[in-house]
């Protein structure tokens, strides 16, 4: 992940916690974060519709919260505490993102991601790739 970009979502969440603190629900935090990314000039795409294929065959999609600069995906969660579930399911986000079918171009290559926990006492923010890729992490 980009150093300086890194530091953008790290400062961001910070800034939307430290305003709106715990308890509220993902989607109001994920706008919060959003806009927080923007006023800092990053390039943001919420909810992007990223299909799965099987067999070569549309089977489905998933829908990443956030893409930022097209280079990290955040998924944003408000619990108590973070599970291997919330970092699987960013894995997975990165293994379908940097290979979408040749029509669809909206993300080209995103490596790393991010899971963001907007916590009842503190903001989490835990970096994420996908094995082969953690090389420059």
Not at 86 to 91: G, V
Not at 109 to 114: K, N, T
Request: include cysteine.
């Amino acid at each position: 992940m980009d150093t300086q970009l890194g530091e953008f979502v790290r400062a961001a969440a910070t800034d939307v916690h430290a305003q709106l603190g715990g308890g509220l629900s993902e989607c109001v935090y994920q706008s919060a974060l959003a806009l927080a990314l923007r006023q800092r000039g990053c390039i943001v795409e919420t909810e992007v519709v990223v299909p799965i294929l099987y067999n070569t065959m549309y089977i489905g999609f998933v829908r990443p919260d956030i893409v930022v600069d097209k280079q990290i995906v955040i998924e944003i969660k408000a619990v108590l505490k973070i599970t291997e579930s919330h970092f699987l399911q960013t894995r997975a986000y990165l293994r379908w993102l940097p290979l979408p079918p040749p029509s669809y171009s909206r993300i080209e290559s995103v490596q790393r991601g991010a899971v963001i926990n907007f916590g009842p006492e503190q903001v989490e923010v835990c970096p994420v790739c996908v094995p082969e890729k953690c090389a420059s992490v």
